[in-house]
């Protein structure tokens, strides 16, 4: 597709259980960023893939959340023992390169309901 | 740290009205600034974007200048019209750390016929 598209768009999960977010960039593109987008938060970063580099993994809340990107394309958020703090939307951007000035690109992100 | 603070919403207005969302920044250096939107429903989108002190940035009637001087970068339109109803964010890409946008709390604009 031309943009990023990210699955699911909607996803509720019980207390406890672990969830896995999609998100297909721009083909072509090579850096990948996470975001969560909260109440009372606003859009915080959570993790970067730029090529075959190692990811910067500092935007994470905590070692429940990972992230891996295969192939250099998909990537694939995965958040363990899910808890109801980790509600939130969940958001996928890319870019052509990762520079200062490059535009990222963002898909319509995955809501994140924790019952 | 680097940080993004902008004036917060809900931003209610009349239809050609005018409008501005203030934004400013703290940064070291000289960071790229950028506006997005985010409609209702849809995922977020570029609205404008400034490189470097003293651009302006412009797209879709809204504009936006890098005031190093300020470390400001508010959001203008002369005339708004109710499909600009929207949530919008201001952020900054540090130039030493590329790998990160940081953003805003966002201001929401609501314009009413």
């Known amino acids: 597709g031309a943009g990023v598209s990210q699955s699911p768009s909607n996803k509720v999960t019980e207390k406890g259980k672990d969830v896995e977010l999609r998100c297909d960039p721009i083909?072509?593109?090579?850096?990948l960023y996470w975001y969560r987008q909260s109440l009372g938060q606003g859009l915080e970063f959570l993790i970067y893939?730029?090529?075959?580099?190692?990811?910067?993994k500092s935007g994470l809340p905590s070692d429940r959340f990972s992230a891996e990107r295969t192939g250099g394309s998909v990537s694939t958020l995965t958040i363990q023992r899910t808890q109801q703090e980790d509600s939130a939307v969940y958001l996928c951007?890319?870019?052509?390169?990762?520079?200062?000035?490059?535009?990222?690109?963002f898909g319509a992100g995955t809501r994140l309901s924790v019952l | 740290g680097d940080s993004v603070t902008q004036m917060e919403g809900p931003v209610t207005l009349s239809e050609e009205a005018f409008l501005t969302i203030n934004c400013t920044y703290t940064?070291?250096?000289?960071?790229?600034l950028f506006w997005y939107v985010q409609y209702p429903g849809e995922g977020l989108q570029l609205l404008l974007k400034?490189?470097?002190?003293?651009d302006k940035g412009s797209n879709k009637g809204f504009e936006a200048t890098y005031r190093k001087e300020t470390t400001s970068f508010h959001l203008e339109k002369g005339s708004v019209q109710v499909s600009d109803s929207a949530v919008y964010f201001c952020?900054?890409?540090?130039?030493?750390?590329?790998?990160?946008?940081?953003f805003g709390t966002g201001t929401r604009l609501q314009v009413f016929p």
């Open positions: 083909s072509g593109h090579t850096a």
């Open positions: 951007a890319s870019s052509s390169g990762g520079l200062a000035g490059d535009i990222q690109y």
């Open positions: 940064a070291t250096g000289y960071p790229s």
């Open positions: 400034a490189t470097k002190a003293d």
């Open positions: 893939f730029q090529g075959n580099s190692a990811p910067d």
């Open positions: 952020a900054l890409c540090p130039p030493y750390n590329t790998d990160k946008l940081i």
